[in-house]
């Protein structure tokens, strides 16, 4: 376990695992607070997680045509933050050659469909959302635990019902497949620190997909979360907190600087 002095930090997945990718991201988004520049996978991401919140939260009452609605109302919240940071949506990342313009029309024609699709899955699944022994439905659940030493805080997107037992789920809207289950292993231990049940299985929501390999949103084969040792994790969580805290912060340039927000500030790309 590594050893460290002074207060740790609150962390976060998305801290840890920004912080591993580039330490030069993490110092300049987090440290410097370079505005990021805003991206349409960022405003669909928001907009179809608030669509299919509403639909779960509602027991699955709600109409297609609300959930949508819902769907919205979130796009227009996350663009108008997107424009305050750049109002000329031409000049937003993309990760492509298309327009940013043109990204953001087709995204969220796609958002829409995500949401709808969404529902299509869970109509048919035979999957019901849990809820915890505190009555709360396992929808956008918030929690802080410590890793070790180490407070972490995160929401999970959904705990499920699944023939198989109770599934930590995270809905991704984008294509990347996900490159570890260290999230659901947070997720995890989470639920054991809320609630001492012990989940083992986890699995990503990817959603629909259109165009040239249209395919239907479907979760990923279930991850066996007890195979990554908690321990290790805490470990992890206190390198990451230790050598932050040390302004330890090491560039990593590589296929990720595609849709790095901070690039035009990065040293390492000549900025
Ligand atoms: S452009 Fe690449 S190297 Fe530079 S901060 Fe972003 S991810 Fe790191």
């Not at 993490?26 to 299919?52: C, I, M, N």
């Not at 999970?156 to 023939?163: A, E, R």
């Not at 198989?164 to 809905?171: A, E, F, P």
Request: proline fraction near 5%; hydrophobic fraction near 30%.
């Amino acid at each position: 376990m590594p050893t460290s002095t002074g207060v740790p930090k609150p962390r976060s997945h998305s801290q840890y695992t920004r912080y591993a990718q580039c330490g030069e991201a993490y110092k300049l988004e987090r440290v410097e607070k370079r505005p990021s520049d805003p991206a349409g996978w960022f405003v669909q991401g928001t907009a179809v997680h608030s669509g299919v919140e509403a639909y779960e939260r509602s027991g699955r009452t709600i109409s297609r045509a609300a959930a949508v609605d819902h769907y919205q109302q979130a796009w227009e919240r996350e663009l108008a933050a997107g424009l305050a940071v750049q109002s000329d949506t031409s000049q937003w990342m993309t990760g492509g050659f298309k327009s940013g313009t043109k990204d953001l029309s087709d995204r969220r024609q796609l958002g829409e469909h995500q949401v709808i699709d969404y529902i299509d899955y869970a109509e048919q699944s035979g999957e019901s959302i849990w809820i915890a022994p505190d009555g709360k439905q396992a929808i956008e659940l918030p929690f802080t635990i410590h890793l070790g030493e180490v407070p972490v805080r995160g929401v999970i997107d959904q705990v499920v019902q699944t023939p198989y037992g109770l599934t930590v789920r995270d809905i991704k809207t984008g294509t990347k497949k996900q490159s570890s289950a260290l999230q659901l292993a947070l997720y995890r231990r989470a639920i054991w620190d809320l609630y001492n049940i012990d989940i083992t299985w986890g699995d990503f929501f990817t959603c629909a997909r259109q165009g040239r390999s249209p395919r239907k949103g479907s979760p990923t084969e279930p991850y066996d979360l007890t195979r990554i040792d908690q321990h290790w994790l805490e470990s992890q969580y206190a390198a990451m907190d230790a050598a932050e805290r040390n302004n330890v912060y090491l560039a990593n340039p590589g296929d990720h600087c595609t849709p790095c927000g901070v690039r035009r500030f990065c040293k390492a790309k000549g900025n």
